[in-house]
């Protein structure tokens, strides 16, 4: 018996329209169908939890951002603040404050990382002006 979709086809059409919109056109994404995890993730995570109509998703953003920082995901904060910023969600300056905020819950010795990520995603929309 052949494996069918953990998400049915609008559900998961819903969650990558949403993935596009927080982490732009360029990522790769797995075709419905041939990855649970991926369904699973596009249908809920992206289908349902970021489509929540209670806080804009500039909010969302910045709670992820902390929860990422915390957990020295620096890569994916990279991407989270790179498309902050092409959404117009965050300034560069803004970006930078949310760095100052974090340091301190990050750690210090941490912080390199997360000072780096941050400027170079601001380095790149910047040179993409």
């Known amino acids: 018996m052949p494996n069918r979709p953990r998400v049915d086809a609008d559900r998961y059409a819903e ?3 949403k993935y596009r919109e ?11 169908g041939s990855s649970d ?3 699973l993730m596009m249908g809920h995570l ?5 489509t929540g109509d209670a806080l804009p998703v ?7 951002m902390g929860v990422l920082a915390a957990q020295h995901e620096f890569e994916t904060l990279g991407i989270q603040f790179s498309n902050a910023l092409r959404t117009g969600e965050l300034t560069a300056d803004q970006v930078r ?3 100052i905020q974090l340091i301190p819950y990050v750690g210090y010795p941490s912080s390199g990382s997360l000072f780096r990520v941050s400027e170079t995603a601001i380095a ?3 040179a993409a002006k």
């Open 46 to 50: 992206f289908g349902e939890v970021w």
């Open 58 to 64: 500039a909010t969302r953003r910045l709670l992820v």
């Open 124 to 126: 790149s929309h910047e």
């Open 37 to 39: 995890f991926f369904d």
């Open 22 to 32: 927080i982490y732009g056109p360029d990522l790769p994404l797995a075709e419905h």
């Open 97 to 99: 404050e949310v760095v």
């Open 15 to 17: 969650g990558v329209a």
